[in-house]
């Protein structure tokens, strides 16, 4: 634990040390020029007031905002330690006059001096805090006419693709654009000697090209034989992690010969700027390409003996495989190689246009003729993506789920996959109305976002099986807390990302940062991650500091002490607590939280947590009680309420009690400080056995006491400091009653030697002729003549003879030597009486 507790400290240590190192580096920040931010904010802010400026020279003003609100920041931190210094002075004076009263005139004119200095080194600062809130508002401004135009391309309104008229737009759109291709091409072969550079890197390109086809088609057969050897050589938990590791060569390998094959192409010299740009276009749609094939077969693997996030028949598997690598392409089309095609479209098309009216036209004409491209790669998304949410939809079939998590978890699958059939029916129709770019921001942000969370998913497992490869420990260690985690943060850091899929500008991303950074005022504490982050490496320095000590005590210093266990606990408790108060303290005050605003908040959050904790807080009292009065201490043998056992920890709330038939009971702490408690090895061990015994009437009761009184004293764990006594204790419904009653040098055994005192008064009894007498029981009945038979009547001719219905119970009663029902029958003996044995130690220790 404290090992943990350290590689955790060291690693927030090293998290902090940036900004400590920031906070603490020398200098005063440079005075920014305020001339000429007025210059630049008067001009920022007419510019976006008008809303002429275009996208790039925006973004260009953003930026430029954005870094003078850095400067204005870093100037808010100047002269901060003279003004802490010059208030402190100015506090120790004390408080200032209330009105109508007067002070000291030296002391009066001193705090006067020292409120103008403090004014005159406050003024730095309170202009750049003006300055940055007018950077505040000016990028404000700018990220809503941004989020204004982005809206309004969203929402445009296009030609339908579906109308034939603008079909011919498609064709003069990548007319232009191969002939712009072509006509760069011929002009590179009509050059002089345009092969010369080929010849002369012919070895190097071939070998290039060479490898790139090898990497490229058999990199994945070469990766599947070695997972292939290495499972059948691994242990399952080894097996597991290897395979992933392995797996990452089908990913990198093919994309190695990608980017070898684009290097080999420009090393020819053959490509113009244009079919140069198309070439690294290419690539990028190949990464898509090879990264879909990967997840499809991780998330959709061909084993069956492989676990999958999904659970489906081997064909769904095959279906899933096909429908990602179909998206995959369906991305790359729409994705890097689209955008390429759009802006040299425009580029290649724009610079034909001479007049407004021929701009207009070509406008009218590049909508059309990207939308028209564009839909056919729609409804391919959009049919695929139906075909992949019913996929998804199909898992609740094969899927058992046998907790709450695995529950939760299948209905989130199946709400994701209806969310996709949704996406894959409303995203076409939108492009077919001629919301083109609506159906785009709608159907391909989807699927990259499932392809992310394959890749989240298929992390977050890796993780799990490393954990379990790590510890050592069963599959069930992929449920526990530490891979949950490990997955909760992989969410988190996949959050970006997904903002940035679904539309996100980095600059927002960052100003949310910005806004993160600055912290948030809690009660008038403003609360940072510097500031959380300074807090929680020292108070974890100080509490491993704490563990550190308490370990050394408890193990080295304390046990060659004469302090009993209880004590040594309790000493070790209160450093403790002692310890983590102080890094609480310390940590609180290195981090620079001033409390003093917090108190009525704490003092109003008190009352209701009082009332609210009433409970939670006794029980903590009476745990210090526990601790420092030691009434009960772990190891004693303890008896409160209706439970009895071994003390096994007190903690702060409670005590931790094992019973004899080895269970745990929580008690909580003010039941053994309210509460009577019976503590049978507190002071010693020692404690009296009770054994009754009964004898049956007639026997001599003199030589029952001898052989009793030998029984005892022949015992070795009975004392004969006091002695042992037999005392004849009175004359029972059965038996003549005698009880042994003795002193035991270790009460822990007195079941065991109340079963050898048993066994051997049995034994001595049989020799002795000594009967131990049973429960007798004598009935009696009321008017027994009644149960004799009655006398039968002779039969007659004229009456043949028939059994009486009514004499059957009667002679059935005979038979049972019972009486009819009306013939009373009273009970006027009936005793019955047995032996207990076991006073309230025993039964307890049973």
Request: hydrophobic share 45%.
């Amino acid at each position: 634990m404290i090992w943990r507790l350290a590689r955790l400290c060291l690693v927030l240590l090293m998290l902090a040390l940036p900004g400590l190192a920031l906070a603490q580096s020398g200098g005063q920040p440079d005075t920014p020029d305020y001339n000429a931010w007025e210059k630049i904010a008067s001009s920022a802010e007419t510019q976006v007031q008008d809303g002429t400026i275009n996208g790039t020279a925006l973004d260009d003003l953003r930026s430029s905002i954005t870094d003078w609100r850095q400067k204005f920041q870093a100037a808010e931190g100047v002269n901060s330690a003279q003004i802490d210094t010059v208030k402190a002075q100015i506090s120790g004076l004390g408080p200032a006059p209330k009105e109508g009263e007067t002070e000291d005139k030296a002391i009066a004119s001193r705090r006067s001096q020292l409120n103008d200095e403090l004014s005159s080194l406050q003024a730095p600062v309170i202009r750049a805090k003006e300055a940055e809130s007018r950077a505040d508002a000016i990028v404000a401004n700018i990220d809503k006419l941004i989020r204004a135009r982005q809206t309004d391309k969203l929402l445009r309104l296009t030609p339908t693709p579906l109308n034939p008229v603008n079909w011919p737009a498609a064709l003069t759109v990548t007319t232009a654009l191969g002939g712009a291709l072509g006509s760069e091409m011929t002009q590179r072969l009509s050059g002089r000697d345009p092969y010369a550079t080929l010849r002369d890197h012919a070895p190097v390109i071939v070998g290039l090209l060479l490898l790139a086809l090898l990497l490229t088609i058999r990199g994945r057969a070469w990766i599947e034989k070695l997972a292939l050897v290495l499972e059948a050589k691994l242990a399952l938990r080894a097996r597991r992690v290897i395979d992933a590791i392995v797996s990452l060569g089908q990913l990198f390998l093919p994309l190695a010969g990608v980017i070898l094959l684009v290097t080999a192409l420009r090393q020819t010299a053959l490509m113009g700027p244009l079919w140069d740009e198309l070439a690294i276009t290419l690539a990028g749609s190949s990464t898509v390409i090879i990264t879909s094939i990967w997840l499809a077969g991780r998330v959709f693997p061909k084993s069956e003996t492989q676990e999958a996030p999904l659970k489906l028949l081997p064909s769904r598997r095959r279906e899933g495989r096909i429908l990602t690598i179909t998206l995959g392409v369906l991305v790359a089309m729409q994705g890097p190689l689209a955008s390429w095609i759009t802006s040299r479209g425009e580029q290649v098309l724009d610079s034909a246009a001479k007049t407004a009216a021929q701009a207009d036209a070509l406008a009218t004409t590049l909508d059309a003729g990207f939308g028209v491209l564009a839909f056919p790669v729609q409804v391919l998304g959009g049919l695929f993506l139906f075909r992949f949410g019913r996929l998804m939809r199909r898992h609740m079939r094969y899927e058992t789920a046998d907790n709450e998590e695995s529950v939760f978890r299948d209905r989130l699958v199946v709400a994701i996959g209806s969310l996709v059939i949704a996406v894959a029916v409303i995203g076409p129709l939108l492009g077919a109305i001629g919301y083109v770019n609506a159906a785009n921001a709608l159907i391909w942000p989807l699927v990259k976002t499932l392809g992310l969370m394959a890749l989240v998913l298929l992390t977050q497992e890796f993780f799990a099986d490393l954990f379990v490869l790590v510890t050592r420990r069963e599959d069930d260690a992929r449920e526990s807390l530490i891979p949950a985690l490990i997955g909760f943060l992989l969410g988190l850091m996949a959050l970006p990302i997904a903002a940035l899929i679904w539309g996100a500008r980095v600059d927002d991303l960052l100003e949310l940062w910005a806004n993160f950074q600055s912290g948030m005022s809690v009660g008038g504490v403003n609360i940072s991650p510097g500031v959380f982050v300074t807090f929680v490496v020292i108070f974890m320095v100080g509490l491993l500091a704490t563990r550190i000590v308490q370990g050394a005590l408890k193990t080295s210093l304390l046990p060659k002490t004469k302090i009993d266990k209880g004590g040594q606990n309790a000493i070790v408790s209160g450093l403790g607590y002692l310890g983590i108060f102080l890094a609480a303290l310390i940590a609180i005050s290195s981090a620079g939280i001033d409390l003093s605003s917090l108190a009525i908040v704490a003092g109003a959050l008190s009352v209701g947590v009082g009332f609210g904790l009433q409970t939670i807080v006794q029980n903590f009292v009476s745990g210090i009680i526990l601790l420092i009065e030691r009434p009960i201490s772990e190891g004693d043998w303890i008896e409160v309420g209706s439970q009895m056992g071994i003390v096994k920890a007190i903690s702060v709330r409670s005590t931790r009690i094992e019973t004899f038939d080895r269970t745990e009971v929580i008690v909580p702490n003010a039941d053994l400080i309210s509460g009577q408690v019976t503590n049978w090895t507190r002071s010693n061990v020692t404690g009296r056995l009770i054994l009754p015994v009964g004898v049956a009437y007639g026997t001599d009761t003199r030589l029952v006491e001898k052989i009793l009184l030998e029984i005892a004293q022949n015992e070795a764990l009975v004392m004969m400091n006091p002695e042992p006594t037999v005392v004849f204790s009175g004359f029972g419904a059965s038996s003549l009653d005698f009880e042994i009653r003795a002193i035991l040098s270790d009460v822990n055994f007195i079941l065991r030697v109340k079963s050898d005192m048993n066994h051997e008064i049995n034994a001595r009894f049989a020799e002795a002729g000594i009967e131990i007498p049973f429960p007798q029981q004598d009935l009696w009945l009321r008017n027994p003549e009644t149960l004799r038979a009655a006398p039968q009547r002779p039969a007659t001719d004229e009456t043949p003879p028939a059994p009486e219905k009514a004499d059957e119970p009667k002679e059935r009663a005979e038979q049972l030597g019972r009486p009819m029902k009306g013939e009373g029958m009273e009970e006027v003996d009936r005793q019955s009486e047995s032996d207990t044995d076991g006073d309230a130690g025993g039964d307890g220790a049973r």
